[in-house]
């Protein structure tokens, strides 16, 4: 089949994410336009259906060919890069299903949620805070996976990165000053904000964690997630439409903070090891270590969508695929480690998205927070919890086979794509914390 261990690596993955696959199923059955053929679709579920064992099965070429009928940059059979093939893969899906449903030209196709959008769909907030009016201004977008910077030196180039990471890490005093001046002139509208912008859950612990990881020359998955979630600096370059408007400059200075503000169902991490230079592209092989378990209430904002509990501070996500990439950029090859568990997936689905969420909604919300008083929701019972075990078998899949392996070998692959799904409370905990919250609301009311 030619190169297409990239296409192999992916789909791999896609396999175990058994709430596509069974969201694919039900969407099939509900669809109404069945004239309209979904290619793509049919064969990925006939490759599901069939089982899998080894990646040169006829309906895995099928599966190939489709796609490659629909994307005709990787129909040349030569290498591709897997997270490309995840993007143009997921939105062929998309695709087709919104053919189907008959609505791509109408204008409300855009609030109905594909089975991609549920399962993989998020959100960030990014907000913005000038420093000359301490106006704030914020952006919501939509993701399917969420690209992460790798901090550390790219191979065989300088090193341009560290100078940043090492003062840019914490937030520094001034930052801090800025953003609380922007809290105390202000109006609830404006404690939102603020509590928009700060993180769901606490990264000190990380902190204290980085300096061992980095005399060890090693980086993790969180010091990566909190370079892409701290606070940056726009030097002279942010458009401020009230600096405009009252007659000063309109380029401005501005705080710039993004975090995760609808945490999906199932969390694909691209981490960036391949980057464009002026030379072309090059591959960043430095290790970057990462956990089975995964709390992304530090990269959360305050103000995020939970589905769960309003005092939770964790957001749980567990692994059970890795993408890996291995060798050079002009030789190298991908491989996946899966993690095969118990096909489950009442608990995922209350994290599936329910609806379309457009970019200004997030002030509703922030109307909502204001109601409920912000400042109340911060400091009283905020609670931690671990996440439930989550059992299985880890694999690694080549090209050629697939064989069980430890799951430290899993854990210690130079990771290119990382899959995560979300992790329920156990029954146990929810029952403990339903427990706990009776008696803080009898100790209140005085
Ligand atoms: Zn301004």
Redesign the pocket.
Known sequence: MGNTCYFGSTIQNLVQTFLLTEELYLSLSKQLHLDIELPLTKAYLGFLSRGYEANCDQTFQLVFNEFCKKSSRFADRGQHNSHDLFVYFMNCLRDEERRRRGSVNSTGFLNELTVVDKVFGGHTITVYV?T??K?PYHVCESFLDISIPILGPVDGGEDENEDLFNNNLHVSDTERQSIQYAVDRADAMRQAVEYTMRPLGDRSLLQKRSPMLESLGEISLEQCLLYYSKIGQIHNEYL?S??DAEGRPPM?SALKRTLIYNPPAVLVLHLKRFKQTTVGFKKCNQHVTYDEYLDIGPYCSSNSLRNSEPNDVNVWYSLYGVVVHKGSLTSGRYVSYIKVRDCDTRQTKQFMQQFFLNRDQVLNCDDDITRRNASRLIQTHRKEWKPPEVKGQWFLADDEYIKAVDKTEALSQAAYLLFYERVAKSRHQYLENTLLQVLLNDIDVD
């Open positions: 000038c000359s009016c106006t401020c009230r600096c401005t």
